[in-house]
């Protein structure tokens, strides 16, 4: 298939990747040019302005937050009106997906956004949530095949997938508060972090979220940042919006969201969202 890829961060370049090597025929192209060296050098074509890469069959985004996809769209040499049907790979607002829906034009649009870190994306492991028309989800299946090991289908509304996306990280942030707090008061009464996450993970908590945030505590493997504090911040206002719009109360939110704040305030942008374990033992002078 003849596909663009726009926007090559730690999750979209190792996306691209993939989709090169499956043999789609891909024009990428991001806001600092320089990322996309590497696949040009692997096969892809580079293009100018975000509309080049909307000619073909998909135009598929993965950046950073709602302005970059606004901009990417709506801006100057943007694809809104493109003939390619855009896939959402982003984490962005419902109330965005709910626009792009309504000013797709002809080409339509689909929400997909993918749960997985970089190196799940790296390995082709990443797992689909795609929302939309069926016949345009059909068309994506190589596609999503490509960049994943599973594909959910939630129904004919995209931003029903933002919606799963957002639950679903609030959970991920919620999972690694519990973890944290139960390491410290485990920590600071004189037992160790990797005995505690051996014990739980083999015994009631053996789900992949605790397993790979586990690990992540027990290392202090903060830096470099697979999934970055500001952009699980971006998630969680995110969440707060909608939370709002549906009239959700979320009273855990608001305490995994000041936890980020605090590390983000502290250690910098550059650490990672599980860092929210460091203001948790900070708070309990460790
Ligand atoms: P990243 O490495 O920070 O990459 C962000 C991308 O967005 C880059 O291509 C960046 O371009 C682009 N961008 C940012 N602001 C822009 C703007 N104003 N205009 C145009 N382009 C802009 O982020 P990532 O980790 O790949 O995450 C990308 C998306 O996937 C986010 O929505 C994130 O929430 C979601 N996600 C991430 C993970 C994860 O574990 N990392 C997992 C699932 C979903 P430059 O290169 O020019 O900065």
Redesign the pocket.
């Known amino acids: 298939m003849r596909i663009g890829f726009i926007?090559?961060?730690?999750?979209?370049s190792a996306m691209a990747a993939n989709l090169v090597k499956a043999g789609h025929q891909v024009t990428v192209w991001?806001?600092?040019p320089e990322?996309a060296d590497a696949l040009v050098a692997a096969g892809a074509a580079r293009a100018e302005w975000p509309v080049d890469a909307a000619q073909g069959d998909l135009v598929m985004t993965?950046?950073?937050?709602d302005?970059?996809v606004e901009?990417?769209v709506f801006g100057d040499g943007g694809i809104a009106g493109a003939p390619a049907l855009h896939v959402g790979?982003?984490?962005?607002s419902v109330a965005l997906a709910d626009r792009l829906a309504a000013e797709s034009g002809t080409g339509g649009y689909l929400s997909a956004?993918?749960?997985?870190?970089?190196l799940a994306a790296a390995a082709g492991k990443l797992f689909v949530v795609a929302a939309g028309a069926g016949a345009a989800l059909d068309r994506c299946e190589p596609v999503f095949a490509a960049i994943g090991q599973r594909t959910f289908r939630i129904g004919d509304k995209p931003s029903a997938a933002n919606l799963v996306k957002l639950s679903g990280n609030f959970m991920i942030m919620a999972a690694v508060e519990a973890m944290a707090e139960a390491m410290t008061l485990a920590e600071k009464g004189g037992v160790d972090r990797s005995i505690l996450l051996e014990v739980l993970t083999g015994t009631l908590f053996g789900a992949p979220v605790y397993q790979t945030y586990g690990e992540i505590l027990v290392e202090d493997r903060f830096r470099p940042a697979?999934?970055?504090a500001p952009?699980g911040l971006?998630?969680m206002t995110l969440v707060d919006a909608a939370a709002t719009a549906f009239e959700v109360p979320m009273p855990l939110l608001g305490i995994v969201r000041d936890h980020l704040r605090s590390v983000i305030a502290t250690e910098g942008p550059d650490v990672d969202w599980a860092g929210i374990a460091l203001a948790i033992r900070s708070s309990a002078n460790i």
Do not use: C, E, W, Y
């Not at 956004?113 to 970089?118: E, K, N």
């Open positions: 926007g090559l961060g730690q999750m979209g991001n806001r600092s990322k993965m950046l950073a937050d302005r970059a901009g990417v790979h982003s984490t962005i956004p993918v749960f997985g870190r970089p697979g999934f970055a952009l971006k998630d």
